[in-house]
């Protein structure tokens, strides 16, 4: 079993930066992600990251966003920056033992951008 525990999440300008954490507790995975869901619309995936080193980013967050994972605290990051109206949402992390297959999901953490 794997609990996932994210953090970080706020309100911020547009154009303004915001990291989100997300703490794996249990089972080591093979990749992670971040998604997002905004009112009204379907979850999203935003960025993945699995153990063999290789990224997906959205395009929509492509240049802006970055994801990363500290090994040594099993913590995965999405470095948020230049942030648009747009990307105001939920985000929740996620995790699997497969590549796009995530059955692991945290809590959610709630990001939103104002004018």
């Known amino acids: 079993q794997v609990q996932l525990v994210e953090s970080g999440g706020g309100s911020v300008q547009a154009g303004g930066t915001l990291r989100v954490s997300c703490a794996a507790f249990?089972?080591?995975?093979?990749?992670m992600g971040w998604f997002r869901r905004a009112p009204g619309k379907e979850r999203e995936a935003v960025a993945t990251?699995?153990?063999?080193?290789?990224?997906t980013y959205a395009d929509s967050v492509k240049g802006r966003f970055t994801i990363s994972k500290d090994n040594a605290k099993n913590t995965l990051y999405l470095q948020m920056n230049s942030l648009k109206l747009e990307d105001t949402a939920m985000y929740y992390c996620?995790?699997?033992?497969?590549?796009?297959?995530?059955?692991?999901w945290g809590q959610g953490t709630q990001v939103t951008v104002s004018s």
């Open positions: 996620a995790a699997g033992h497969r590549p796009n297959t995530y059955i692991y």
């Open positions: 249990g089972y080591d995975t093979y990749c």
């Open positions: 990251i699995c153990s063999d080193g290789s990224t």
